[in-house]
């Protein structure tokens, strides 16, 4: 079946960049998420990018998609303290929009 | 991107008894809903899809009777766990979809503690 994989957890000291990584199976899929969860709350739409991309940059935000090896990646920029949080990458699955989602990565700031 | 309400956002509730969370869209009209539970530490377990005006359809494992969908309008969906037990005591999120690149929008989640 479809997959998603991604390690659990990463640990950056503030303000270097975090780098997350997601490999996906499913090499149709149009759209590919990443969501961000902080403790007790719902998921957050973060990022997206369509699959005729390559890269997509918002602040300080950049996703990488390099469709060959299908993999997909969000690197943080000046990783502060609020950015402490599981990340989730996530493909669209099928016509119902259902979504295929990692385990997500919990991202550590260290001072 | 859109706002997605659930409620109640925490309940506590004794063996037996039956528990109604509500997901609400609150500025999008949600043509599918979904449903999904969080373990500790865990990824999300998609529970059920919902189409508004159609029956949920259910992942396997998960039991019809026990979690009751509904999908009546394109702004609410209703999660009953009907008799519930200390083992569906859980994190619930719900979801509404699709945005404008194919997104969901998520609630806050319900924490479900059956004692």
């Known amino acids: 079946g479809e997959d998603v994989e991604q390690s659990l957890f990463l640990s950056v000291r503030e303000g270097d960049s975090s780098v997350i990584n997601c490999t996906y199976t499913?090499?149709?899929?149009?759209?590919l998420y990443w969501y961000k969860q902080e403790p007790g709350a719902g998921l957050q739409l973060l990022t997206y990018?369509?699959?005729n991309m390559d890269m997509k940059q918002d602040q300080r935000l950049t996703v990488l998609l390099n469709k060959k090896d299908k993999h997909l990646s969000l690197r943080i920029a000046d990783t502060q303290t609020g950015d402490s949080a599981i990340y989730f990458c996530?493909?669209?699955?099928?016509?119902?929009?259902?979504?295929?989602w990692g385990a997500g990565t919990k991202l550590i700031i260290k001072p | 991107g859109a706002v997605v309400s659930q409620h109640p956002s925490r309940v506590i509730c004794k063996s037996g008894t039956s528990v109604k969370i509500e997901c609400r869209s609150l500025?999008?009209?949600?043509?599918?809903m979904f449903w999904y539970r969080q373990f500790p530490k865990q990824s999300l377990m998609l529970m059920a899809t919902?189409?508004?005006?159609?029956?949920?359809?259910?992942e396997q494992g998960v039991e019809k009777d026990k979690f009751l969908i509904n999908h009546a309008s394109l702004t609410l969906s209703t999660l009953t766990v009907t008799s519930a037990h200390p083992e569906d005591s859980s994190f619930y999120i719900c979801?509404?979809?699709?945005?404008?690149?194919?997104?969901?929008?998520f609630g806050p989640g319900t924490r479900l503690t059956v004692l």
């Open positions: 990018i369509f699959s």
């Open positions: 499913d090499s149709s899929s149009t759209y």
């Open positions: 919902s189409n508004e005006g159609s029956k949920a359809t259910y």
């Open positions: 979801s509404a979809g699709p945005g404008s690149y194919n997104e969901q929008f």
């Open positions: 500025d999008f009209q949600a043509t599918t």
């Open positions: 996530a493909e669209i699955y099928n016509s119902n929009y259902q979504l295929i």
